[in-house]
DNA sequence: TCCTTTTATCGTATATTTGCGATATATAAT
DNA sequence: ATTATATATCGCAAATATACGATAAAAGGA
């Protein structure tokens, strides 16, 4: 983009950015259904359900943990993931509530 | 990305994710939001308000068109845009239902 | 101790996105 | 007819994201 930007947004709109970035990607949303089926923590199995390389799930993962809506622990030779309840709800709550905001404030009868 | 894997995942998922990903940019959260703000469809106005080039906002605007989010029409020597209202809710509902889902699936006490 | 297993990270290739200026196009105004 | 204005598109450069294989690191088991 030859010139970052973003940084001149309102931290509002990059925050609720942020949040839909990491859920743009399929792998991730398969990510976080995966974590969401189980009754415990996924040590590793999550490779084996989607069609991507080990390092690759390992990238996305790291990704989801940067935004914050998985966490993750060591448990031996395994890394253990599991949504971050408290935090995904959260953002998940600003996100709708900006939406919906939005949508009420766009009261237009007939558009364009 | 050396192979396109994304048509691999589920559509579903995809679905999901495109739309996340259209509003994963807070250029394109700032249009929306502008976009509701004003009684009458916007022609225009909305550079004013972005601090990147005509250019570029005009790109995001076909982004948010293409992902069916806006919809334009020419008057003159103006484009005009607003929100489409009825794809615009209707894709927020299915990705609020299906994160809402996520979470109820989701019923682990503790975790990590 | 040595080997195996599991996951993270590194290096790299390629794809996509972001952004701009320049230009094209179309209408409106003079 | 000429000029001005508004917006889209093109061409390009740079940044970021995606993906993989190879390798590292760390723990467990033989």
Same mark, same amino acid.
């Given at each position: 983009?030859?010139?970052?930007?973003?940084?001149? /947004?309102?931290?509002?709109?990059?925050?609720?950015?942020? /949040?839909?970035?990491?859920?743009?990607?399929?792998?991730?949303?398969?990510?976080?259904?995966?974590?969401?089926?189980?009754? !415990?923590?996924?040590?590793?199995?999550?490779? !084996?359900?989607?069609?991507?390389?080990?390092?690759?799930?390992?990238?996305?993962?790291?990704?989801? #943990?940067?935004?914050?809506?998985?966490?993750? @622990?060591?448990?031996?030779?395994?890394?253990?993931? $599991?949504?971050? #309840? !408290?935090? /995904?709800?959260?953002?998940?709550?600003? /996100?709708?509530?900006? %939406?919906?905001?939005? %949508?009420? @404030?766009?009261?237009? !009868?007939? $558009?364009?």
């Amino acid at each position: 983009m030859a010139l970052n930007k973003k940084s001149l /947004f309102h931290p509002d709109d990059i925050l609720l950015s942020e /949040f839909a970035k990491v859920l743009g990607h399929p792998a991730r949303i398969a990510i976080i259904r995966e974590l969401a089926k189980h009754e !415990e923590c996924i040590c590793g199995q999550i490779v !084996e359900v989607l069609p991507l390389a080990q390092s690759t799930v390992s990238q996305h993962l790291q990704e989801l #943990k940067k935004a914050g809506l998985v966490q993750g @622990t060591i448990s031996g030779v395994k890394s253990c993931y $599991c949504i971050h #309840k !408290e935090n /995904f709800t959260k953002v998940l709550g600003l /996100f709708n509530e900006a %939406m919906h905001d939005i %949508m009420l @404030t766009n009261n237009k !009868e007939k $558009c364009c």
